[in-house]
């Protein structure tokens, strides 16, 4: 059976020293403590690796052997064990997140940005998926984490509140509700108002729609033609308005505005982790927590 690593620490710092006293003291043990443990250490090994006299202290071959060798085995024990508090702390492994391109923009950048950071042995791999598809990856296993806007339902799930953000409005720089600071909602509501298809995504789609049940008349929604209409002509021309949330202020194309609509509540952003989770889970939990706090996304 191998000496325990204490009794090795303890022999390479005897061996740099070749004294008991000066040992002793550089270790914070008692002089006798020392040589008591050396010599079960010698007892283990079958060997003496000490020659002791009452001026010195000799390392034997076996000794010196020892002290060449046992660093380089140390150090590499050591690399295991925080190898193993590491995967302990969900701080090492593979990471894959999904997230809604209406997320993109802010929060999951800051997100895996700070997981890398904190975390020199995670490697995170982030893609965007239709928003409906994401709860289901996470509870199936094909995805660890999700970043959504709405509470998007699914079974085999937990999700937890990461974001709130302020709701407004995509619109042309030259359109006239473009001059003021806030718009109303009664008045976006007279025009067309762009929305993502319902049968692609059903929660975003009536969470924006909602904003308007109220308005009267009775807003007119249109859907672009295919899912991901990277044109927005409509938009440009000045025709319709699309509800957004704030984080489309940072991202606006050119031509491109937001504007807040006034009253509105807040929409929201998940995180969506599996109902049984992993040191990795509770990891990305922790840290997305630490960050909605420390960039106030739960403010107001």
Same mark, same amino acid.
């Given at each position: 059976?191998?000496?325990?690593?204490? /009794?090795?620490?303890?022999?390479?710092?005897?061996?740099?020293?070749?004294?008991?006293?000066?040992?002793?003291? $550089?270790?914070?043990?008692?002089?006798?403590?020392?040589?008591?443990?050396?010599r079960?250490?010698?007892?283990?090994? !079958?060997?003496?690796?000490?020659?002791?006299?009452? $001026? /010195?202290?000799?390392?034997?071959?076996?000794?010196?052997?020892?002290?060449?060798?046992?660093?380089?085995?140390?150090?590499?024990?050591?690399?295991a064990?925080?190898?193993?508090?590491?995967?302990?702390?969900g701080?090492? +492994? @593979?990471? $894959?997140?999904?997230?809604?391109?209406?997320? +993109?923009?802010?929060?999951?950048?800051?997100?895996?940005?700070?997981?890398?950071?904190?975390?020199?042995?995670?490697?995170? !791999?982030?893609?965007?998926?239709?928003?409906?598809?994401?709860?289901?990856?996470?509870?199936?296993?094909?995805? =660890?984490?999700?970043?959504?806007? +709405?509470?998007?339902?699914g079974? +085999?799930?937990?999700?937890?509140?990461?974001?709130?953000?302020?709701?407004?409005?995509?619109?042309?720089?030259?359109?006239?509700?473009?001059?003021?600071?806030?718009?109303?909602?009664?008045?976006?509501?007279?025009?067309?108002?762009?929305?993502?298809?319902?049968?692609?995504?059903?929660?975003?789609?009536?969470?924006?729609?909602?904003?308007?049940?109220?308005?009267?008349?009775?807003?007119?929604?249109?859907?672009?033609?295919?899912?991901?209409?990277?044109?927005?002509?409509?938009? $440009? =021309?000045?025709?319709?308005?699309?509800?957004?949330?704030?984080a /489309?202020?940072?991202?606006?194309?050119?031509?491109? @505005?937001?504007?807040?609509?006034?009253?509105?509540?807040?929409?929201?952003?998940?995180?969506?982790?599996?109902?049984?989770? /992993?040191?990795?889970?509770?990891?990305?939990?922790?840290?997305?927590?630490?960050?909605?706090?420390?960039?106030h996304?739960?403010?107001?």
């Amino acid at each position: 059976m191998a000496p325990d690593t204490v /009794s090795l620490r303890y022999f390479l710092v005897l061996a740099e020293e070749l004294n008991f006293t000066r040992a002793a003291a $550089r270790i914070g043990v008692a002089q006798p403590a020392l040589s008591a443990r050396m010599r079960r250490l010698e007892a283990e090994l !079958g060997t003496a690796l000490l020659v002791r006299s009452t $001026r /010195s202290v000799v390392l034997t071959a076996a000794g010196a052997a020892l002290a060449e060798s046992a660093p380089p085995a140390l150090a590499a024990l050591d690399r295991a064990w925080d190898t193993a508090r590491s995967a302990a702390n969900g701080e090492l +492994g @593979t990471l $894959r997140i999904g997230y809604s391109l209406s997320t +993109g923009a802010g929060t999951t950048p800051a997100l895996v940005d700070r997981l890398v950071r904190g975390s020199g042995g995670l490697r995170v !791999g982030a893609v965007p998926m239709a928003t409906p598809e994401i709860s289901p990856a996470v509870a199936d296993g094909r995805i =660890d984490a999700g970043i959504t806007r +709405g509470e998007q339902p699914g079974p +085999g799930v937990s999700r937890f509140l990461l974001r709130r953000a302020r709701v407004g409005v995509q619109l042309a720089e030259h359109h006239p509700l473009a001059a003021h600071p806030e718009i109303e909602i009664a008045d976006a509501a007279a025009y067309p108002l762009r929305l993502p298809d319902r049968a692609a995504n059903p929660v975003v789609h009536d969470q924006l729609s909602a904003l308007f049940r109220d308005a009267r008349p009775h807003p007119r929604f249109r859907t672009p033609a295919v899912s991901f209409d990277l044109s927005q002509r409509d938009l $440009r =021309d000045g025709v319709t308005l699309a509800p957004a949330g704030e984080a /489309s202020a940072a991202v606006q194309p050119a031509g491109l @505005t937001w504007r807040p609509l006034r009253g509105a509540p807040a929409l929201t952003i998940h995180l969506v982790l599996p109902r049984e989770q /992993s040191p990795l889970h509770r990891r990305v939990r922790a840290v997305a927590g630490a960050l909605a706090h420390e960039l106030h996304w739960l403010a107001g």
